[in-house]
T-cell receptor
């Protein structure tokens, strides 16, 4: 158990809908990363938050947004869902966002299926 | 061309065999990570390396910065080692985000 929790574990929804994925980092970790794993693209970085502020952005679609709250949990919002958004979404946490050699601890993932 | 390349893509071994998975990268990195993804989907961090060699139980990871290459070795392999092994790097130009290889599917038969 990495200490990172994600809810829900599975999510099945329809095209055009909006969903929210939630992540709670390990106790004391200030940085949260969101990654997407799809069959055709593999694992890709989406976005990073550090202590409530956006730190880095990757291949995140405009239909997707995220935030990190004062208690450090993070939410990833996916809207106007398309079939191609079906994927495993992981969050990972690390103690800081400024030390580039930090190990990242992964949550169990949320499997999103868009029908 | 991907910044991180792994080989082989698939590997089948018999229980007890010594296994090597390779990772090459084409750009400057700050650190290299080896991750394990189980059939259920969960990802576990095995090693983080910036130089030299690390060992944990039957797993050994090495990195050669000059050659831009890393290897993950598994000694005395066991069916429970069956998983996808993923090499990931933090690029010198991209902060602490991870850039991933495509993974190596390892199957160890009893």
């Amino acid at each position: 158990d990495s200490g990172v929790t994600q809810t829900p574990k599975h999510l099945i929804t329809a095209t055009g809908q909006r969903v929210t994925l939630r992540c709670s980092p390990r106790s004391g970790d200030l940085s949260v990363y969101w990654y997407q794993q799809s069959l055709d693209q593999g694992l890709q970085f989406l976005i990073q938050y550090y202590n409530g502020e956006e730190r880095a952005k990757g291949n995140i679609l405009e239909r997707f947004s995220a935030q990190q709250f004062p208690d450090l949990h993070s939410e990833l919002n996916l809207s106007s869902l398309e079939l191609g958004d079906s994927a495993l979404y992981f969050c990972a946490s690390s103690p800081t966002g400024t030390t580039i050699r930090n190990e990242q601890f992964f949550g169990p993932g949320t499997r999103l299926t868009v029908l | 061309k991907n910044e991180v390349e792994q080989s082989p893509q698939n590997l089948t071994a018999q229980e007890g065999e010594f296994i090597t998975i390779n990772c090459s990268y084409s750009v400057g990195i700050s650190a290299l990570h080896w991750l394990q993804q189980h059939p259920g989907g969960g990802i576990v961090s095995l090693f983080m390396l910036s130089s030299g060699k690390k060992k944990h139980g039957r797993l050994i990871a090495t990195i050669n910065i000059q050659e831009k290459h890393s290897s993950l070795h598994i000694t005395a392999s066991h069916p429970r080692d069956s998983a996808v092994y993923i090499c990931a790097v933090t690029l010198q130009t991209s902060g602490s985000r991870l850039t991933f290889g495509e993974g190596t599917q390892l199957t160890v038969n009893p």
